[in-house]
């Protein structure tokens, strides 16, 4: 595994190599709507990180771009990750977690390893019961050597287990149906493409004494859709609570702009997730 700006190489059983690149958005632009990232005050502005706390990586496996995340240092967690759906085709191809060296500043004196981010350490034995829940989920991958490069460090959030494999996983299984359904690439529209960003808004509590454990949960796409000829769009919201204990988890179906009413309340003010808020919101039932 070798990342750019970085003399350490590791080789990872007998995939190919990883060469993520902390560098802003304009070198990945292909992955957000109208090749614009989102504005969120006072952290992106025009797919450039406005705080040193929080860095651009464009994610490089086998070659090629294969998505995007916003990682937050402070925290230990990504904002969001940026991706491409393409087809229904739904794997979960598992391999080793990746971390991402680009994020550690030189130093020649001693400190803790990985001061920026998670590793995977963090996540062992722990008695919060979380556990690695991606953002860029592997079963929207589309094939297995975009599947692989999901699993970095870089693009996990500690998730609750039961929430995890449970109504959220059902969310991810069925938005992907859902958008190999009503998305169109609209250049070709006997082809599948659908714009996704998923996030989490940061908590109160840390695991490991390191890693902030999510909030909530959040996800949204934007793609064309050829029957109604116009830009639609779709979002997803929910606490990130452990659904064994909790009297009701739902994964509460919004529009977009509802999306961005909460993310202004729990969050960040005034933020936009898609160029022109994607022109039209239009909800589909994926239960």
Not at 76 to 85: E, N
Not at 90 to 105: D, I
Not at 119 to 129: K, M
Not at 214 to 232: D, L, Q, V
Request: include cysteine; charge should be negative.
């Amino acid at each position: 595994m070798m990342f750019v700006l970085s003399t350490a190489v590791f080789f990872i059983l007998a995939f190919p190599a990883i060469n993520s690149e902390v560098v802003d958005f304009s070198k990945c632009s292909e992955f957000f709507f109208n090749g614009q990232s989102p504005v969120i005050p006072g952290i992106l502005v025009n797919s450039n990180s406005q705080n040193n706390n929080y860095q651009t990586i464009c994610q490089k496996y086998d070659g090629r771009y294969r998505f995007a995340t916003l990682y937050d240092t402070t925290h230990r967690i990504p904002v969001f990750s940026a991706y491409k759906v393409t087809a229904d085709v739904r794997n979960s191809e598992t391999t080793v977690w990746m971390e991402e060296p680009q994020l550690e500043l030189p130093s020649d004196e001693m400190g803790m390893p990985y001061e920026n981010q998670a590793t995977d350490e963090d996540y062992i034995d722990n008695n919060l019961d979380v556990n690695r829940g991606h953002l860029f989920p592997s079963c929207h991958s589309g094939d297995e050597v975009i599947s692989r490069s999901t699993y970095t460090l870089t693009n996990t959030v500690p998730q609750k287990e039961s929430f995890n494999s449970g109504s959220w996983n059902r969310m991810e299984m069925e938005t992907i149906m859902l958008m190999a359904e009503n998305c169109h690439d609209s250049e070709d529209q006997n082809k599948v493409l659908a714009h996704v960003l998923t996030g989490a808004v940061p908590g109160k509590n840390k695991l490991n004494e390191r890693v902030n454990i999510p909030s909530f949960m959040w996800m949204t796409f934007c793609c064309y859709n050829s029957s109604s000829e116009s830009w639609i769009s779709q979002a997803y919201w929910a606490p990130n609570q452990d659904e064994n204990k909790a009297d009701n988890v739902t994964i509460n179906e919004i529009s977009l702009q509802e999306l961005q009413i909460l993310l202004n309340k729990e969050w960040v003010n005034v933020v936009q997730l898609f160029y022109s808020n994607c022109n039209k919101k239009v909800i589909f039932h994926w239960y």
